[in-house]
């Protein structure tokens, strides 16, 4: 795991996005995996821009969404296909068909896990995951004490993801669905790279616990120290609990 902490969001979601650039132009038929929530969506609005500057082009790409809430419908205004719709994949020349996005209204949620891992593996498996990182840790939407060898799977959200999503549902946590379909721990470490974005000062209790804390199921995130090539990208913000001593820390914060 390598760490770099930037003066901004702004800046930090720059220099994830050249890392994605760099990759689509190596391959352009590269696989990414997604994922929704405020942290990535500048990251998102530098790719559109090198997307329309013709630095770039996403008609080759293919991608898997992280997660979709169950029991909200693909045209809601708060389903996750609908949030990539709008924040994304309208925006770029991305072939439509090659974007999945669990099905949250499935009535048989267990083939529709099966059948994703088994797209994820038909497409020779994941290029690059961009991830985000919840306040207690969680990726995707594995919450603390999801097994580190889990594949795409229901998760039953815990009360803080439900509070803290609650500001995409007009402050109202009741409409905040309690179940969501996510890729597992397992699937998101099988990434040949992954790229985890957190800004704010509210996200530094679990950058401390994911950095420096034991490797356990209690804090998802930790595990990613276990992966061959994760990259963390923070602003100041996130960063302030971290010891700079690190090795794997890099401080850009004076550029």
Do not use: W
């Amino acid at each position: 795991m390598v760490i770099f902490i930037e003066k901004s969001s702004a800046n930090a979601s720059g220099k994830a996005a050249e890392i994605v650039i760099n990759l689509l132009k190596s391959k352009p038929n590269a696989v990414l995996g997604l994922a929704t929530g405020g942290t990535p969506v500048r990251l998102y609005g530098e790719l559109i821009d090198a997307n329309s500057r013709g630095e770039i082009s996403f008609k080759s790409v293919e991608t898997f969404n992280l997660d979709e809430y169950l029991g909200i419908p693909a045209a809601d205004a708060n389903s996750y296909r609908s949030f990539m719709d709008r924040n994304f994949f309208d925006r770029i020349d991305i072939d439509k068909s090659k974007t999945h996005i669990l099905d949250g209204m499935a009535s048989d949620v267990a083939a529709v896990c099966k059948s994703f891992e088994k797209s994820i593996e038909h497409a020779g498996g994941i290029d690059l995951q961009i991830l985000g990182l919840g306040a207690d840790g969680h990726i995707g939407f594995n919450e603390p004490g999801s097994s580190f060898t889990s594949r795409t799977h229901v998760e039953f959200l815990a009360q803080k993801t439900i509070e803290d999503n609650a500001r995409f549902f007009g402050g109202d946590r009741s409409k905040v669905p309690e179940r969501a379909i996510t890729m597992g721990i397992a699937t998101i470490m099988s990434a040949k790279k992954i790229l985890l974005l957190a800004f704010g000062d509210k996200k530094s209790d679990a950058v401390k616990a994911m950095v420096e804390g034991e490797i356990n199921e209690s804090v998802p995130a930790s595990i990613l120290r276990n992966h061959p090539d994760a990259t963390i990208f923070l602003d100041k913000a996130a960063a302030s609990k971290l010891d700079r001593r690190n090795p794997n820390i890099f401080d850009c914060t004076a550029r």
